[in-house]
Nanobody, 121 residues
Framework: QVQLVESGGGLVQAGGSLRLSCAAS????????MAWYRRAPGKQRELVAAITSGGSTKYANSVKGRFTISRDNAKKTVYLQMNSLKPEDTAVYYC???????????????WGQGTQVTVSS
């Protein structure tokens, strides 16, 4: 069984920074793409940033220049450094990973439980 566990959310003032982490555990053969999504109150879940196993990244336009996604393949962990936070960044942030495990080597998508980020004005 594969699990993704997020940490690092919290309350911060506008202009501040937070760093989210998401660690994968279980019988993992490999991890392909990893990503962060968020769901703000009353809105649909949206992609914030994604990173391939080779390190290629993409970002939502709303966070470009402020957020940075990175990963440590040895630790099976993905990070999201969030700077210059705005009240509109307030949301529950979810980690997502495409994982190939040893059971059948199929690639499946997994989600973390979510971590709340609240930015006060």
């Amino acid at each position: 069984q594969v699990q993704l566990v997020e940490s690092g959310g919290g309350l911060v003032q506008a202009g501040g920074s937070l760093r989210l982490s998401c660690a994968a555990s279980g019988i993992i053969f490999s991890i392909n793409a990893m990503a962060w999504y968020r769901r703000a109150p009353g809105k649909q879940r949206e992609l914030v940033a994604a990173i391939t196993s080779g390190g290629s990244t993409k970002y939502a336009n709303s966070v470009k220049g402020r957020f940075t996604i990175s990963r440590d393949n040895a630790k099976k962990t993905v990070y999201l450094q969030m700077n210059s936070l705005k009240p509109e960044d307030t949301a529950v942030y979810y980690c997502n990973a495409d994982v190939q495990d040893y059971s059948d080597y199929a690639v499946r998508g997994y989600w973390g439980q979510g971590t709340q980020v609240t930015v006060s004005s």
